[in-house]
Every structure is written in structure tokens, then in C-alpha cells.
């Protein structure tokens, strides 16, 4: 990799003063699982680097029941993953949490990275750019091997899927972001809350980022409300047991009135170029009674504007089952399913 | 009877027994130093600068800003100006420099102009433009199209294999370090012995001059025979930097693209046979890609010498890498190929395939009957005739089961070797041979024997390889070096005994003939005065007792050919494509076992590279970039721990088996997996999924009845 | 990008002092930030039991363990673990005799070229500390994170569950609990 400047601010202000106000020349290091493999395949080349490491307090994960979870941005996933509250109110959270990469990864991966993580695109990673164009604008996605790219969202110019298996989950449980930029005077920084569901988005333009971070703006934490009532499930698709990509992820929120569902968050990972919010399914569950017809239903409905792009149409056969399974779970109608057997 | 043949099985001490790999202590804990570890005083570190298009023509280098990184020391140009380059990844200019950093930077500085050529990188089509199509002659045996219009039954299907990687752990590499005028290398090679011939034609040095070490080498699975480029590159910088040391490693991109590629097979079959299932007629078109070089014919068809053919084989002739050979090179392909097309076959017969397999044994060249009984074991440990029912009837629902076997061969022939044998007057014994240890068992192996022999525990042998400098032995291919080097060390350890006991006689004052070793002592047979070993070994005098054995070929020590049986259990979630191994059982016969242990371990492990080739591996080309998409760890998916199943390995013994001596072991069970596995999804799903690996997007293809 | 009022340190670019702490000793060198842990640990300090594989963080060759978790020396910078309390596979076996998970490798045949084992012994290490007594299944899940190219995964699976076993009647207290902060 090439050449940079270190330095390992001890203060939030600090660290932001260190960032230049262009995406660039300048890069945030947390754990460093995705960002030094960026810089060795020359993805991307940043001339300084600046290390959270020495920033104190921003690993902490505290819990209340009226306030909900309170994650610093540099908690690794493994604390997280292990942490009681976590794992006693944020089930589907600890089970995203706990399939994601490897065990190594999990030890050294802050939650504000993984939010952060750049996407897995292999035109992007040997060095073709994020929104993988030829001399001619041609996109080498349409041209070449997309069988692991985007069936939703997928109008372009991107094509790649937003990479972070834990995302659509915490967007389900309607989690929030506050990140940390210049303020009005240096050493005060400013600082917003953006709900994770519009922190990302997908570029239109080379250069742009897949997510609303400022490039001087740190993340600094991550809030997820007390999960009520809700009855929440997360399932993924994915071929090998361990560290391996899933093909689609699927979380699904239920909230029930009597029998019926009263709303649904449906949330589909890996297959958009940013968590993907499926309105067709939850239309499709509102007012129903949760059977094995509708989560069948709710499947369909949230691939329907599913398209390929010739080599990735098995996604969707996948996806849709993953909605479907995943409101099987979450309406508790999944007890016996061969599937689940086969995927432990 | 010979003295050198094998003690009886009841005699035996230690071979044939479990014995840990004596290289594993200095493996687990670090200390085994690889090509990769080797630190010289003053080492320079090369990269190489490769050609980013499949197809090229190098119109002009220009190194001087690479010359100005600070650290530069040295550059070679591989491939000047006009050459013209074959695939993207081709070396071009080796840089070497102080550190790796900087030789990074110097690669990356280096300007070269290029000429873009029309490439080929795909191959999953015959229909190729004729400029990479090398259409073979096509083959006739007997009267196809008589034997298919009176068949009972023809099944018609596609089948294939993709390009995949050998994905050595540790790269390709050496080290190379010049002296006043010989040069002394460390190499990751398969080839200790073989590899300063290739550098003394190339380099124009005196072979003698010329030493190779590797001692440790992070596996290789055919890779690693040659010096290749990267290897000459690494001496003629060190010979530039005045001598200094060079390494030369890949990095795992490089070893990805171009360090290591398994050609392809795909055909389009169609085979008949009569009611009963005896096979009648065979009709193949196929093709595969080699790269450049070719080499991608499969033997077909496999194993059974079915009496009327029609086989028609077309080289596609692209730009990626030369194929390299790997683990039993063409028979996986030929393998799914042949035994696939059977299932197929059997399946439309509603015929169990093991019955079918069964019915034509007759057609095998050799050693129908180990497969018979090999049959009949796989049966038992996998409940086959109990549980096995038709396709697409095992079960029914969203996951579904199957059972799918296979069968192979492999000749394993042993190889020459040499090795010397050195008893010490304090009664220390070492062995010494130009072989390597790839991680099969090599060192173990020659220490087992030489104890046996001698009457001494396995701890007390001394083996030293991994040097061009002992005596020389054949690379480790097809399964060579188990046979070779037994035969040798046991022909050595028993001349051994012969001078030992001869020149220990004067001290007991009897005939050699008279003597003994038996039981860790040198003793006048039936009775009477006798010597521990140490004390005899004192008797020697100021004289190490030294001898050469020798593979002689194939006799009683050693032999060749060897068959086996697998059978896949697994499960397949008919919604997701997703493809489960639940137990993959391997019957396998490899003639006399020298270590149990080590042996098992060759079979496991054959097991997991056909497991992954079956379910994940595939190198991915690019055909509008012309590269490869996935030359990392990542997209290039290796079978982790939780994907393997349950492994039942059961290796064939007893005296119809010892008796034929050692065989190799290394290669044969890396043959059958990825049939036995896509015949097992056929038998799940009812439809077979013609081409590995047997990924979700491939399986839901064909369970929607999509062609490939 | 601002031109800093601050009073960080800024290192680099071009070599500059890195101290690192690894296996209970203070090693030195002069490296570009951009020098990773892995190869600080190789081609600096003699440490080559770690090895170079996927360079990916992805293939668990060349795990070590930072203030007791198991990591991925491959991703991480060497600058960025001045003050962390790296373990490499060379501490294990200090005298020259084998630890018990290490014993457990050699036994069980779980290595065949032995160039993953350091780091599977290392992950193995780190894995039995964090769960001292487990289950198939959860050695699966739990040893995901190394892969082996040989294929000696029964091997691993076995002596994971024999050193797991050798462990719990040696009653060592877990010396290395992970789960610390990193």
C-alpha cells in the first residue's frame, strides 16, 4: 500500500480537525479489517490516516430499558454480540451479530466500521472503482460477472450490495447514528442523529460514499430504542457455514394486534446497493394473520420489483425466501421447518 | 522371499500402526521455517511487475522512475520489448529493493507500454473462434451408432468442471543468494532434486554449482514442479545486487493468477447399455481449457472400457495461465464426466448405481475385485442399501435428501529414490534424501521404516531432506514418494544390518551369519552372548557405517494402481439451491500403509479439496476485463471446518493388500468427491445439475429446467 | 485536509519508531505506518510463526492475539498496536516443550504442511479460553475463522476437543480470556 501520515488523536475534536472536508486524501481507522485491505488492493489511498484507538470512551454499550441500547462507535461486534442486553433483547441483533465474518473479525471490528464497511463489489475491490465504469462509461457490472450484485434498487449506476450483514437489522429495530463534525468553533464539534435507514444511499456519482457521512464526520455511536412489543427475526441465506457472504438476508419485524399484524418492518440485506426496506411485503403483511400463506405472500411481494442483471436472477428466488422464512420465524410459525435443521 | 521384502504382518512393529508426523511439534509451534521464513543477512525483496492484459504486446519499459524509489537495488526485465505476452499476469520486470515496501513502490513505478491484443478467458463453450480452438481428432472404438440403436436405454447429458486453483497456502517463492560463481536457492517446490537442472539450462551455470533447499514447503498439490519465471527472476536480480540474497514470494493475487490452474472439462455424453445395465455404447464431445499450453484431455471414458466409442475432445486454447498439474491431473473431470453419465444412465434404467457400477466391473482394466469388495464396505458405512430409493424419491419438501456414489483410480506408482543411511558409532542413525515433505508424511515415513527395520523407535532416526545436495530423488508427483522412498529406506536399513551386524561379529567372536537384530539388540541367533545397540553400534570403531539404498522399481516392496470407492449424503433446500454434505464415506486401498495415521490424513484432506471443488471453487475470468475477478481468499472459496461434514475414511488392508506393498495414497480420493457428491444432489433433486461447483445459482438453474 | 492545530502526534508518511509490546517483550523498529502487524512480526522481529497467506484477513494464517482476543495480524497496522499486548504462536511452546493444545495438534494428526497451523493453534488457543469445554458444533462455528488448504479439519475438530479435555484436567486457570478490551 502506499505511503500515509499516522495520527492517533486523543480527542474526539482532535480527530475531526485531522479529517480533510473531501473524500480522499484522508481515512478513519478503526479495526482496520476493511480499511487495510482497501489500502493494499489501492481501492482506495488516503494520505493520512486517522486512528479512533485513542479517543476515550467510545467502546462503551450501556442499557436502559426505557432509553434502549447506546453502542460506542468503536465497540467491537463481539462485545456487542455478547453483550446481556444484547442477547436477552435484541435476539435477532446478537443472531445477525454472531454469523457475521469470523470469530478474528468480530474481536477487532468496531460497529462503527462495519456500519462504515465499503462494499465487497469485486470490480471495486481490483481496482475498477466504486461504480465500476470503463473508458466508455460502460458499466463492467452489465458487462461482466454480477452474480453477486444488486437484484433491488439496481438502476445504476450502482450495482454492488451494501456489504454490513448487521445493518438492516438495526434499521429494523429503528436504530439511529450520531456523528460528530466541525462545529461553529474548533474544538466544539457539531453533532447530528440521522436514522440509520437515511444514512444510506446509494452513489450516483464516482467518489461519492454509500452512506451520508460527512468525510470529516466521525461516527460516534449507535442507538437502538427498547425493542417493545415487537416480535423480530433475522435469516440469512448463504452457502458455506462459517465466514462466508450471505446471498440475502432478510429482518422481520412484527408488531401484532390480537392476532393480526398490526405492522411490519421487512428488511432485506445483500441484495441493494443499501439495506433494503421492502414496502410491498410489509403492505402485504399489515392486517393479516400470520400463516405460512402470507409469509409465501410477503415473500413475493418483496421481490416484485426484483430485477436481474443476467447473472444474479437466483437472488431473488433466494431473497424471497428469505422475507419468507424470516416472517415464518418472526411470527413463530418456523418450529419444525427442515430449513432451519439443514442450516445448523 | 527376499530380505528386503516387508516383515510379516505379525511381526511388524510399527508400520502399518498410528505414528504422529515427526515434523509436527516444529509445525505447531512455529519453528519449521518454510521458503517463506528464510531471512538472510543483507536480503533484498523482490516484486515483479506483470502484464495487466490478457493479451499483449510489450511496446516499451521504461524503468526510471522506479529507479529513483529510494531502496531501489536492482530490476530485471523478464519480457522486453516485442515480446509478446499470453495471459494478464505474466511476469514482465522483477524489482528488487531493500524492503518490501519499497520494492512495492519501485514495481508500481515501473512505466510499461502496451500493445492490447484480442483475448479468449472463458471457456464454458465449445463454440469458440477458431483461433482458440484446437478441435482433436475424433476417436472411434467398435460400432457406436450399431451399439446405441440396440441399447435398452440411452441417457443423454452435460457435465463439467471450471477452471480452479491449487490456492498453495504458501505461495511461490524463493530466495536466491549468489556466491562467487553458484548459487544457492530456497524454494517452495515439490522438486528439490529437479529444480537446479531447470536453473542451470536457464541460467547457463554449471548444474553443480547449483543448490536447492526446502525443507519445509507449504503444500503444492502439482503446482510447484518448476522453477518458473518468478524463480529465475529471483537470481538474476541477486546476481545483479552483487550477490546479495533476493526473495521472491507471490502475493496471493499472483498466486491466484497465475501460480496454479486446474483446466476445465466439459462434454455433452450420451451413453447406452442393455436392461440389465452391462454398458454398450459411449459418445462424448467435450472440451476444457489448459490456457495456452493445452493439456486439458481427459481420459474418457473413465475407468470403463465400454466396447463401442465415439469420443470427440476440443482444446480451447485461451489466455489465462498455464495449466499446472494437480492432485491426480484430468481424473476428477473424467471422473464426473464418465460416472455421472452412469447415474444418469442408471437413473433411467431405475437401477441403483451401485448395482450398475456392479454389472460392469468386468470393464475395468484392473483390480475388479477390490472394487467389489470396496462396494460392499462403502455399503455397509454408509447404509447405502438400506436408505438409498430412486431419484427424486428419497424425500420430499423443501430440503430434500440424497445418496451418490463413485468410484476411481490411480496408478501411485513409486518413484526413484535414493537416500544414505548413517549408523554413528554412539548409535545415532540418520537418513538423508533430495526429497520433500509437501505435508503428506514424507520425513514420517522414512523415519518409520528405517525403524522397523533397525529395531529402533521412530524418535531415534535422524531424517534430513529438503536439499538438492543428499541423495538425489524424484519430485513429488502422482503419488510417487511413499513408495519410492519406503523401498529405499527399507532396502537401505536392511544392507544396514547386514554391514552392522558383519563388522560387530569380530566382538562376539562368531560369523555374521550367526547373528541377529532382534528385539533392540544384536544376539547370536538361538542363544547366547548378545550387544544392545548402542554397543554395538561402539564396535564400529572410528567409523560411521554409511549406505545408499535405491529404488530399484516396482517389486515387492512397492507397486502401483490402486482403486476406491466413495459414497455423499447430502441434503439439499430446494428454494435456496443451498447444497449441505452431511457424510462423505471414503473406501479407499492403497496397498501396504507405512503409517495409519499419515495415510488417513492423505484421504481427508483429499476429501475437503473435492468437497470444495464441488460446492465452491472456481476461478473466475472476466472475458471484457480479461482478469480474473476473485485471486484472493475470499471469492476463491476454500472449505472451512463446518463444511465438511462427517468424513468416514476406511482404508483397505489385510494380505491381499500388503502383499502388493506400498502405494501412494496422496492423490486417488481427491478423485471421486465431486462426483459422488453431484450424483448424490441428483438423487436429491431429481434432475442432475450439470456443471460444479454445485452452487445455489447452478442447483435452482436446474431444478427450473434451465440447459446450461 | 486541515493543517492541524493539534497536539497529536503525526507520523509519517516514511519510517519512523514503532514500539510494540509482543509476547511480554518491547520490540523496536523503524517502519512506514503503513507496515503491517504481520509483517512487523516477520520481517522485524524474527517472528515468523504467523504466516503471510490470503494478506486478506480472511484465511487465518497469521492470527495472533491482542490483549488476549484472536485477530488477524494481516489487517492490522503496526503503529496502531503501540501500547496492545500482542501473543504470537512463539510463546507457547517457551523451553522447547509443546503446550497442551499444541500437543493436542500433533496427536490428533491436525496438520499437514503446517503452514495454517500456527494460526489454527493460536485460534484454538484463544477459542478453549473463551470456552473451556466445547461442543462439536460450537468448534465449527467457533474455528471458522482459520481455513486449511491440506484439508485437516477432522484433525482440528479432534484436537480442539482433546486439548479442551487436557486443559480442563490440567485445571489451569484461563490465563487468556478474551473478551477484554482491544
Redesign the interface.
Known sequence: ??????????SLP?AI?????RWG??EI?A???DL??L???YAVTP???V?L?RLPGM?AIAWSPSKGLRVGALA?L??LA?HPAVVRHYPALAQALGDA?????R??ATVGGNLCQRP?C??F??G?GLLAL?SRKRS?VL???N?YHAILGNGGPAYFVSPSTIAPTLVALGARVRVAGPGRS?GLPASRLIALESFYRAPTKEGQREHALRP?EVLVELSVPPPGGSRIAYYE????????WP?ATATVRLDLAGEKVASAVVMMGHVAPTPWRSREAEGALAGQVPTDALAAAAGRAAVGPAKSLG??G?KI??AQ?AVERAVLLAAGLAAG???Q??A? | MSAYDWPPAGQRRILGTDVARIDAPAKASGRAAYTHDVRLAGMLYARTVRCPHAHARVKKIDLSAAERIPGFKAAFVVQGTGTEIFWAGDDVVAVAAEDEHAAEMAMRAVAVEYQVLPHLVVDSSADVPAAFSKPMDPELVGDPDGAFAKADAVAEGDYGLPVITHCCLETHGSVAAWGKDSLEMHVSTQAVAGVPEQLALALKVPQSQIRVHAPYVGSAYGSKLAADRWGLSAAHLSKQAGGAPVRLVLDRREEQEVAGCRPSTYAHVKVGAQKDGTLVAWQSTSWGTGGLGGGAEPPLPYLFRIPNQRRQHTQVVNNIGSARSMRAPHNPQACLVTLGALDDLAAKLGMDPVALLRKNLGLLSAHADVYAEELGVADKLMQWSKRWKPRGTMSKGEVRQGLGVSMHAWPGKAHPFQCDLTIQPDGTVSVRAGTQDLGTGTRTVMAIVAAETLGLPVKAIHVAIGDSAYPVSAASGGSGTVGGSASAVRRAAVDAVAELLARVAPALGVAASKLELAEGSVRVKGGGPSLTWKQACSKLGGLPLSVRGKNPGAGALADSGVGGVQMADVSVDVRTGVVRLHKLVAVQDCGLVVDRKTTTSQVYGSLVMGIGYSLYEEKLMDQNLGRCLNPNMEFYRLCGIGDVGELVVHLMSGPSYDRRGVIGCGEPAVISPGTAISNAVANAIGVRVPHLPLTPDRVLAALSGATP | MAKAKTKAALSGPGKVPVSVLVNGLTRKAELEPCITLLDALREHWGLTGAKRVCDRATCGACTVLVNGARVYACGLLAIDVQGDEITTVESLDQGGALDPVQEAFVAADALQCGFCTCGFVVSATAFLAENPDPTPAQIRKGMCGNLCRCGTYVGVQEAVSAAAKALSKAARPPARRAGGKR
Open positions: 500500500m502506499n505511503s500515509f501520515e499516522y495520527g492517533a488523536p486523543t482532535e480537525s485531522l479529517l480533510s472536508p486524501p484522508t481507522l479495526g482496520g479489517t487495510v485491505a489500502m493494499k488492493d494520505r493520512r490516516l486512528s484507538k467502546g467491537t463481539d462485545e455478547r465474518a469470523s470469530p478474528q473479525i474481536n477487532r465487497r469485486w470490480y475491490r481490483n475498477y470503463d463492467l458487462l461482466g460477472d452474480r474548533p470529516d441465506v448463504r452457502q458455506k457455514h462459517g465466514f462466508d446471498f447473472q444474479n437466483y428466488a433466494i425466501v421447518a427442515p430449513w435443521e439443514a445448523s
